[in-house]
């Protein structure tokens, strides 16, 4: 079964920086397209940044426009996201998504809370 295992979420100063990772398994990760979306209590989630099956395309939120890298590395069945000054409106709870044979998959999240 397709399973999604985010890690690296902290609590991390503004200015800080973290980098997340989700560890995929149960599908062909490598032509899959991934993405990262985060979401705080009462707030729709929200798409963070996304990247196609070889990384050559990537699309990120204004909000993090500059700020946020997405890659991935199809040896490992990861996908990342680099997260530099950081602020703090950045916190959320974030989660890794893909979608595989028509359904939606999601993973547990991980949370990101920036705070002096």
């Known amino acids: 079964q397709v399973q999604l295992v985010e890690s690296g979420g902290e609590s991390v100063q503004p200015g800080g920086s973290l980098r997340l990772s989700c560890a995929a398994s149960?599908?062909?990760?490598?032509?899959?397209?991934m993405s990262w979306h985060r979401q705080t209590p009462g707030k729709e989630r929200e798409l963070v940044a996304a990247i196609i099956s070889d990384g050559g395309t990537t699309n990120y939120a204004d909000s993090v426009k500059g700020r946020f890298t997405i890659s991935r590395d199809n040896a490992k069945n990861t996908v990342y996201l680099q997260m530099n000054s950081l602020k703090s409106e950045d916190t959320a709870m974030y989660y890794c998504?893909?979608?595989?044979?028509?359904?939606?998959?999601w993973g547990q999240g991980t949370q990101v809370t920036v705070s002096s």
């Open positions: 998504f893909v979608r595989w044979n028509g359904a939606g998959y």
């Open positions: 149960g599908f062909t990760f490598s032509i899959s397209v």
